[in-house]
């Protein structure tokens, strides 16, 4: 399966499966951050080293939680904070191979302004 790490290694991730599509956000947390994000079942993608070697941060409406490594401060992911049955978690997918991301087809989402894909 596919590991990724932060760029000090505290921070570990298998992924469940391979991603087919990511999403590229120019929110404007996102287009600091980078990406692309790929999205999973939350619980499904295993995390080691979170929470003990990682920070969160939680902004706008408060209902998820932006995961970053507090050695190297990469960003992994964002979980939400009320996780429910069925809710995703989205995944840096920078912190993969980079064989990885090019096989991923990525779409550009409008998350600053009209919060739709601008590929439709």
Same mark, same amino acid.
């Given at each position: 399966?596919?590991?990724?790490?932060?760029?000090?290694?505290?921070?570990?991730?298998?992924?469940?499966?391979?991603?087919?599509?990511?999403?590229?956000?120019?929110?404007?947390?996102?287009?600091?951050?980078?990406? +692309?994000?790929?999205?999973?079942?939350? =619980?499904?993608?295993?995390?080691?080293?979170? &929470? $003990?070697?990682? !920070?969160?941060?939680?902004?706008?409406?408060?209902?998820?939680?932006?995961?970053?490594?507090?050695?190297?401060?990469?960003?992994?992911?964002?979980?939400?904070?009320? +996780?429910?049955?069925?809710?995703?978690? =989205?995944?840096?997918?920078?912190?993969?191979? &980079? $064989?990885?991301? !090019?096989?991923?087809?990525?779409?550009?989402?409008?998350?600053?302004?009209?919060?739709?894909?601008?590929?439709?």
């Amino acid at each position: 399966m596919h590991h990724g790490s932060c760029h000090c290694g505290a921070v570990r991730m298998k992924l469940p499966s391979t991603p087919v599509v990511g999403t590229d956000c120019n929110c404007s947390l996102c287009r600091r951050i980078g990406g +692309p994000w790929v999205y999973f079942e939350f =619980g499904t993608v295993e995390i080691e080293g979170h &929470p $003990a070697e990682t !920070a969160a941060y939680v902004w706008g409406d408060k209902t998820l939680r932006t995961i970053h490594c507090k050695t190297c401060g990469c960003v992994t992911h964002w979980e939400p904070l009320d +996780p429910t049955p069925g809710c995703k978690h =989205g995944v840096n997918l920078g912190n993969f191979d &980079p $064989a990885l991301i !090019a096989s991923v087809r990525v779409r550009k989402f409008d998350g600053a302004d009209t919060w739709q894909f601008m590929d439709e």
